[in-house]
């Protein structure tokens, strides 16, 4: 058990839907915290950056214009395990094969507007923290109610 950091992007149609309060709960009622949110419209240079491994597949061009299209909420999370347990929370990427009881088995019906990315590991965490934070926008603060969770 490692306490980690992931990054997760509420995609547009997440406030276009006024859903950010119950996608956002979730997290918060697993017991993870909150150190780092905010509302932005993504640059198309940081949308490519972000998603730059999928650059060439035959979603990628929809992929940046939707994200794009309107405003996002970026978040960092922080907790034991947090990277595997919110991909986990998300569900499947493609949406056919996400969960009910997942946020992407809940909310969405087609992959390429399936309401949330996180990152899959360390090293993605990593790089999409930094990419989209600065390190003064992300609050540490103690948890006196961590043994309850
Ligand atoms: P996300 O976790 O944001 O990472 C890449 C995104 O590309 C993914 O979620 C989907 O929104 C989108 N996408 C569309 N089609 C595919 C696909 N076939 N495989 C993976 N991602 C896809």
Known sequence: MAIQRTFIMLKPGVLQRRI????????????????????????PVL???HYAEHKGKSFYDELISYIISAP??????????????????????AVCESLPGTIRGDYCLHTNRN????????????????LFFQPNEIV??????????
Do not use: Y
């Open 72 to 93: 996002v909420a970026a978040m960092v999370l922080e907790g034991e395990d947090v990277i595997q347990l919110v991909r986990r929370m998300c569900g499947h990427t």
């Open 115 to 130: 309401i949330v990315h996180s990152s899959d590991s360390p090293e993605s965490a990593s790089r999409e923290i930094k």
């Open 47 to 49: 949308a490519a950056t």
């Open 20 to 43: 950010v309060g119950e996608i956002v709960s979730r997290f918060e009622r697993k017991g993870l915290k909150i150190i780092a949110m905010k509302i932005m419209i993504i640059p």
């Open 140 to 149: 540490s603060w103690d948890d006196g109610n961590s043994a309850f969770f």
